[in-house]
């Protein structure tokens, strides 16, 4: 008996593409099922993250007309990692394996099938890498490669051009089940899960149809969560930095007594106005990366759910 995939697909106003992405996923599942590699159970299940548009209402008649597609409906939106978390723990509990892909069919859908051999060779996660980022604007390609680069260097450790589309077993999920944490980086998380691991080349597409959800303004504050949810290699530069500036001011203070026993003046008054400007520059940004890490201890104590599930469709 083959094993159960679930391709859980997180949807925010997705009704441009949604259609086609549900044509293209049947298509792929149906002929997994026809190679008898993957069980008939296996489903393509959409999260509506709280979409203002009829993304909903598209997924409902999607299930109505065949039980193929299922939909979990969050009560609000959450955001991109908290919408795949609650498809991923929705999969959990009844797919033996889960292919996690966004709707906007950037993901080549074709990929599938190299994940499913992989899985079938043992391995329990599969990351879907980018072969090249050719079909992406400059800013874009240059951003977020800058952006691994950053998050590599901070001490939060990621794959390469690997972005949400990839295969977890169940056995994985249920270690990623253990990750308590409120500030969700997936990209992170998973490859803290370990087991056997494996990787799948795909050339990344553009977006189908609609926008992207993610403007710079979500791409930044995402860099920003990965980091300081991941890692606490911030803080460890600031000693570091302080140490650096304690170094400095003491050389100087050196030089500037040798000066004096010389008989030179006393050192122009714009050294110490610099001075103090740039300790109270340090000691601010101190402060602001000591309080992010603050802000997210804080959240982590309160305990939040991550989400809340309004609705499982499913067939019984
Ligand atoms: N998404 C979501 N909630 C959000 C924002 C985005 O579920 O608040 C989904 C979106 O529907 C898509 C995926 O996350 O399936 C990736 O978003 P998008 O393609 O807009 O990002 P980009 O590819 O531009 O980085
Ligand atoms: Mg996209």
């Given at each position: 008996m083959a094993d159960i995939l679930y391709i859980v697909v997180p949807c925010y106003n997705e009704e441009a593409v949604l259609p086609e992405t549900a044509r293209r996923l049947r298509d792929k599942l149906e002929a997994l099922m026809a190679a008898d590699k993957i069980s008939e159970k296996s489903r393509v299940l959409f999260v509506n993250d709280g979409s203002r548009d009829s993304t909903w209402r598209i997924i409902q008649q999607l299930h109505r007309e065949n039980p193929l597609f299922s939909g979990v409906d969050l009560s609000r939106n959450r955001g991109h990692q908290n919408a795949l978390l609650a498809g991923l723990m929705t999969a959990a509990d009844r797919c033996d394996m889960a292919i996690s892909m966004d709707a906007d069919l950037q993901d080549d859908v074709d990929a599938v099938d190299a994940m499913v051999e992989q899985y079938e060779n043992g391995c329990d996660i599969v990351y879907g890498v980018r072969s090249s980022r050719q079909k992406d604007t400059f800013f874009k390609r240059f951003t977020a490669e800058a952006f691994y680069r950053l998050m590599n260097r901070l001490g939060a450790e990621t794959v390469f051009n690997h972005a949400d589309y990839r295969l977890v077993s169940r056995q994985a999920l249920e270690g990623l089940s253990q990750?308590?944490?409120?500030?969700?980086f997936l990209r992170g998380i998973v490859p803290m899960i370990g087991y056997r691991t494996g990787t799948v080349e795909y050339e990344r597409g553009q977006r189908f149809a609609g926008e992207s959800k993610y403007p710079l303004k979500k791409m930044l504050s995402f860099a920003m969560e990965g980091i300081t949810s991941l890692s606490v290699k911030p803080l460890h530069m600031i000693t570091g930095l302080g140490f650096l500036v304690f170094l400095v001011s003491v050389a100087v203070l050196i030089y500037s007594m040798i000066r004096w026993t010389m008989g030179d003046t006393i050192l122009g008054w714009v050294s110490v106005i610099c001075s103090v400007w740039a300790i109270g520059g340090l000691i601010l940004l101190s402060l602001g990366v000591i309080g992010e890490y603050i802000g997210k201890t804080y959240l982590e104590t309160k305990g939040r759910p991550r989400f809340l599930i309004r609705e499982v469709l499913e067939d019984r």
């Amino acid at each position: 008996m083959a094993d159960i995939l679930y391709i859980v697909v997180p949807c925010y106003n997705e009704e441009a593409v949604l259609p086609e992405t549900a044509r293209r996923l049947r298509d792929k599942l149906e002929a997994l099922m026809a190679a008898d590699k993957i069980s008939e159970k296996s489903r393509v299940l959409f999260v509506n993250d709280g979409s203002r548009d009829s993304t909903w209402r598209i997924i409902q008649q999607l299930h109505r007309e065949n039980p193929l597609f299922s939909g979990v409906d969050l009560s609000r939106n959450r955001g991109h990692q908290n919408a795949l978390l609650a498809g991923l723990m929705t999969a959990a509990d009844r797919c033996d394996m889960a292919i996690s892909m966004d709707a906007d069919l950037q993901d080549d859908v074709d990929a599938v099938d190299a994940m499913v051999e992989q899985y079938e060779n043992g391995c329990d996660i599969v990351y879907g890498v980018r072969s090249s980022r050719q079909k992406d604007t400059f800013f874009k390609r240059f951003t977020a490669e800058a952006f691994y680069r950053l998050m590599n260097r901070l001490g939060a450790e990621t794959v390469f051009n690997h972005a949400d589309y990839r295969l977890v077993s169940r056995q994985a999920l249920e270690g990623l089940s253990q990750f308590h944490e409120v500030n969700l980086f997936l990209r992170g998380i998973v490859p803290m899960i370990g087991y056997r691991t494996g990787t799948v080349e795909y050339e990344r597409g553009q977006r189908f149809a609609g926008e992207s959800k993610y403007p710079l303004k979500k791409m930044l504050s995402f860099a920003m969560e990965g980091i300081t949810s991941l890692s606490v290699k911030p803080l460890h530069m600031i000693t570091g930095l302080g140490f650096l500036v304690f170094l400095v001011s003491v050389a100087v203070l050196i030089y500037s007594m040798i000066r004096w026993t010389m008989g030179d003046t006393i050192l122009g008054w714009v050294s110490v106005i610099c001075s103090v400007w740039a300790i109270g520059g340090l000691i601010l940004l101190s402060l602001g990366v000591i309080g992010e890490y603050i802000g997210k201890t804080y959240l982590e104590t309160k305990g939040r759910p991550r989400f809340l599930i309004r609705e499982v469709l499913e067939d019984r």
